[in-house]
């Protein structure tokens, strides 16, 4: 009969919903804390899940993780056993760590195996083993390849391809035969296991504890391959092998084990204890599980390991690696030794890492932004010092050729600036020279990261870095030119122009503001002093231009960017407008350009307001659209409305369940530029409004499947909206009436 512990670990992986497998988490955290003594055990069996193929269950157990570890209260050696007084313990500080003084970027890419999403499979791509078929052998070498080449396109399932023809043109003969000979399988040889650790069953408990640390130690020089060895050795990375991990029982535990069972020491000596009983950190045994899995071939399991890492470091992070047998003036070092040990590696898997699945138009890097993240959590623990060395080799990434390794870089710049705010003027600054070159990065993705990164920080890269506000708004504002609905990039960027046309707007206002309560030579020289936030002025491009470039992003399918496209727009015509500047007295000598940005800016906006359903952007619809009337000559607004009040009324009646007359619409493909020239980045999308059925379009953005009332209801609401609109409209108009009549009467 299962037990409690059973049934719940058995909901991490076959809950019907997210929802019952956290809960099935948060039991097992309440099961530690109600038996504090089987922590290992619990960590153990919750590792295997941790292992699973499944999303979800990964998920899952991460929860689990950290349910358990909220459960366990701050290790504390001093107040169970004691401060040690040996200095032997002080010589293993450094040993089988990494240290930044040793670790080279380079080198890691050279040497180091690249990490895809599953192990190479032997079996799958060797070579049919035919050396033992007396006819195969007695074959000459062009029937041997014949025959060897049949039977590699049999199982590649192309044997019946037409056009393949004998298969030469794909497999060549040196692809299989060898001196003659048909290339054999080369797998590397087992190295033999070590020599057993001496019988610990008549040693003290201390004595155990420190065996079973320098078993530990070794382990740790050799379970994490040659890759990170040749990262932190000056000598050539094929004379170093790497030996599998050697418990204490001297059984040997290679770091590929299976998938479903996690490779975990032999503990059959050890009584379990209470954590705060324990002779060494509790979450020792198992964080070096967590690291061998870091570099294991599947990209499941390497996602696993980083997830349980960042639960466990999150919570406990400031008492890693810390022993009884660690000295009280020695704690600290041993702390951050251990920590930049776990960046370094957190590090060498964004590095090597290449795995990357595609969900509609974006990449997802599940491994690298996990360990992107544990490394954030990482660096939340560490010093200055040591945060100023992580720094200095995620810069290295930022400049290598592969764009995967760019990708790691930029992610864990992302949480570094976000976890460690009090040091961002040490970061931002140096940081800035990659991240501009990543939003100009030829991969969507890296362009995509780089904005996010810059996100969460642009008021503090307004204040730290003035004078490359200008260049980084003239970065975005090319990069709109760019990207549509299928590019990765258009969401972050598009915040991220959001985000920091706002901030310079209200930096604007504020300068201008404690100006104008200055006087004489003080209004001056604060003049002189302080660096300009206009961004009519910080920008090349004309304004009305810009706002042309906006247009397409209001129809994205992404609620955010047209959230986010809506504000800008908004801080252009409050540039526009709140300046005591007009579109006419803006442009007073191009009132032509001045009605073609207004006419399909309207346009646009009444189109937005009919198509979505969103009442936040309706509601940034209806506050654009009365600073297009506060901000529009009235004799254009008159010229609008009689060109337009047709189309839009005919629009505004459409029934439901008819199709809207695309011929009124404005397509983004009809949007015509100031400049009369073809722009870059439009070339995809009118592809895609040019294959768009218009049959798909339908009042209040339905789809035409839904239910009579649910259309009713929705047609409802943007009618009613719309009108809203019509009355703003008639309003301004009729302003207008009011006060040339009084004119005309004076």
Known sequence: MSTRLDRLLLLLDSGSSASTRKAAAQQLGQIQKLHPHELSTLLRSVHNYLRSSSWDTRIAAGQAVEA?????????????????????????????????????????????????????????????????????????????????????????????????????????????????????????????????????????????????????????????????????????????????????????????????????????????????????????????????????????????????????????????????????????????????????????????????????????????????????????????????????????????????????????????????????????????????AGLGDMSEDVRAVAAAALLPVVEQFIQLLPQHVGELLETLWEALLELDDLTSSTHNVMMLLSALMTACDTKHAANLATQAQLSGDMKSNATATTVSFDISTLVSTPLPELLTRCFAFLRHPSKVVRQSTLRTIQTLLSLLHCRGASLVKHEQSSNHHVASVLSPLMCHLFQTMLLDGETDIHDGVEKTWQMCLSAAPVHLLCQLALQQLPNWMCLWLSSTSVPLDTSLLLLTSSSSSLSQQPQRGTSRRQQADSSASPASLFIGGLLGTEQSHEQDQSACIVRLRLATLFAMLAHTLQQYGDSAAAAAAG
């Open 68 to 436: 358990i570890a909220q459960n366990v209260a701050p290790w504390q050696p001093i107040a169970s056993k004691g401060v040690c007084t040996s200095a032997e313990p002080t010589n293993l500080l450094a040993e089988g760590r990494l240290d930044f003084k040793h670790f080279a970027v380079e080198r890691l890419l050279k040497h180091g195996v690249p990490l895809l999403a599953a192990a190479r499979s032997s079996a799958e791509y060797d070579l049919p083993s035919l050396t033992n078929d007396p006819a195969f052998a007695s074959l000459d070498r062009k029937e041997q390849a014949a025959k060897l080449r049949q039977q590699v396109l049999k199982r590649l399932g192309i044997q019946s391809f037409h056009g393949v023809g004998n298969g030469q043109d794909l497999i060549d003969d040196e692809d299989l035969l060898q001196d003659g000979h048909p290339q054999s399988p080369v797998h590397a040889s087992e190295p033999a296991p070590s020599g057993d650790i001496a019988d610990l069953t008549n040693l003290s408990q201390r004595e155990r504890h420190r065996a079973k640390r320098k078993a530990k130690l070794l382990a740790r020089q050799t379970s994490s391959g040659a890759d990170l060895t040749a990262a932190s050795s000056d000598g050539p990375a094929a004379k170093r092998v790497c030996k599998p991990r050697t418990s204490l029982a001297g059984a040997s535990t290679d770091v590929s084990d299976s998938d479903n069972t996690a490779s975990t020491e032999s503990t059959a000596t050890d009584e379990p204890v209470a954590p705060e009983e324990s002779l060494e950190w509790p979450f020792e045994s198992i964080c070096d599980d967590f690291c061998r899995d870091l570099f294991h071939p599947s990209w499941t399991i390497r996602h696993g390991a980083a997830t349980g890492l960042r639960e466990v470091i999150k919570l406990h992070g400031s008492t890693a690696g810390l022993s009884v047998d660690v000295p009280t003036d020695k704690w600290v070092p041993t702390n951050i030794a251990w920590l930049e040990d776990m960046a370094l590696r957190l590090i060498s898997v964004l590095i090597l890492d290449r795995f990357g699945d595609y969900v509609s138009d974006e990449v997802v890097a599940p491994v690298r932004e996990t360990s992107a993240q544990a490394l954030g959590v990482v660096l939340r623990h560490l010093d200055t010092d040591s945060v100023h060395e992580v720094l200095r080799v995620l810069l290295q990434l930022l400049h290598q050729d592969t764009w995967q390794v760019r990708h790691g870089g930029l992610l864990a710049i992302k949480y570094l600036m976000v976890v460690r705010q009090e040091v961002i003027n040490d970061v931002l600054v140096p940081a800035w020279p990659g991240l501009l």
